[in-house]
């Protein structure tokens, strides 16, 4: 898939929408060879997906060892909205709270007064900095059940189609 599909497909309201909500899930190969999926926050800044992690994560390891990901970001109502993302993770190690991490945590329900005092346990108990794992995309699949539907649901569309007309 070329950087403008890519983006084709980003660019698009749906993709939009799920490029603003809060929580991907990430997936990556372990330093042991499996493979993991985790939640984790993210921002969009129009480019890349920015993620952002303790310094002493595990998945630091694992990333830099095998930096390829692949992200899920999807709603929980009927039809689903689905976003699917590839790339490869870059890890930038960064002094303090990454603009992006306090950015990410804004559509989460919580009072004013919540605020304040989540964002002062953020900076002490990330004192010494963050690593932003910031994701490229590569390749993306928008399934809205509308317009696009998962490749093997096509498939058996497809078939069952020419079954009927045969």
């Known amino acids: 898939m070329n950087r403008n599909d890519v983006f084709d497909v980003l660019n698009k309201p749906y993709s939009q929408e799920l490029l603003a909500r809060d929580v991907t899930r990430l997936a990556y ?18 480019s890349t997906i920015v993620m952002s992690t303790a310094k002493n994560s595990q998945k630091l390891a694992a990333l830099r060892a095998n930096p390829a990901v692949a992200l ?3 709603t929980e ?42 964002e002062a346990e953020v900076r002490s ?28 649901v096509e498939e058996l569309m497809l078939k069952r189609e020419e079954r009927q007309h045969a």
């Open 125 to 152: 108990l990330y004192h010494d900095g963050m690593v932003r794992i910031v994701v490229t995309p590569t390749w993306a699949k928008l399934i809205d059940f509308e317009t696009t539907l998962p490749s093997a």
């Open 29 to 46: 190969v372990g330093k042991d060879g499996t493979p993991r999926a985790i939640p984790i926050a993210f921002a969009w800044n129009g």
């Open 72 to 74: 899920t970001i999807d």
């Open 77 to 118: 109502v009927h039809p689903p909205k689905i976003l699917l993302i590839r790339g490869v993770a870059e890890l930038d190690y960064v002094d303090g709270i990454p603009d992006e991490y306090l950015q990410m945590t804004s559509s989460y329900e919580m009072t004013a007064e919540q605020r304040v005092e989540w």
